[in-house]
């Protein structure tokens, strides 16, 4: 194999909220040969997890018994198959795939400027922003099996939905091939407007997860946290943003524990004053610590 597995490694050095307990292993594959082999080389009961930039993820402080695979560097190329479709790696970042859309004269990837993470997380989940989602532009994906086989898929083969991508356990997304429209006149004008409303509107001053729940049909969850009385709602360094309601933010020194209380919280509140029943769009995963 090209990299070794660490053993006891602290996910929130890999997590967007800077919180979680140690990875019991975690292996970053240098390509698809040593993720293959990885794979082929556990025992098939060994859990396995796939990690990008950590956004959209909350680790519990007891940490995860099993296996971490981060997809970085090893899954970082992107290519042009024709005038409107690219190949893309799982660990290449959103925020590039939007970048480099306008570099090849490809109109409608900005959105992709407004998700914090990689194309992988993007996939998981359907990410989307601005009104756009990852799916919608999703031709096929190449995945590997818990066993390392790898398969290409066509989009239809997904029953994607809002927020939602049915995945088995143990299977990860290695890339995917989207298409957009080409346009010459194509500016970064789109992109830098965006951005721009994102930093205006969400807290990117402090580590934070992205949105903590989908919207639900014909609302914004923001709106239901905020007309509860919710922002800046606080246990321990956890906090309900006072810039965006549907975002929790890590004031410094907050534990897993903490933010997963706070989401509770604000479930529990928003359902018992208006009876909607808001939906994690966070995946929560791991072992609680000790001391809960």
Known sequence: MNAAIRENVPMSRFTSWRVGGCARRLFEPEDRHALVQMLRSQDPSEQVFYVGLGSNLLVRDGGIPG?????????????RLDARTLRIE??????????????????????FAGIPGTLGGALAMNAGAFGD???????????????????????????????QVPVPPGQGFLSADLTFEPDPAVT???VRELLARRAATQPLEHPNS???????????????????????????DAEVSVKHAN?????????????????????DTVQSKTGIDLVTEVRIIGEPGHDE
């Open 210 to 236: 992205g949105s903590v729940f989908m919207n639900p049909p014909g609302d914004h969850a923001a709106r239901l946290i905020e007309s509860c009385g919710l922002k800046g709602w606080r246990m321990g």
């Open 247 to 267: 975002f929790i933010v890590n004031r410094g020194q907050a534990r897993a524990r903490d933010i997963e209380a706070l989401i509770r919280h604000v479930h």
């Open 90 to 111: 799982a660990g290449v970042a959103c925020a590039q795939i939007a970048r480099r859309a306008l570099q090849w004269k490809l109109s409608g990837a900005d959105f």
């Open 188 to 190: 970064r004008k789109g």
């Open 133 to 163: 989602e990852t799916w919608r532009h999703v031709v096929a994906i190449e995945w590997i099996s818990r066993g390392g086989d790898i398969e290409r898929v066509p989009a239809g083969h997904f029953n994607v939905s809002y927020r």
């Open 67 to 79: 296996t971490v695979v981060l997809l970085r560097k090893g899954f970082s190329k992107m290519e």
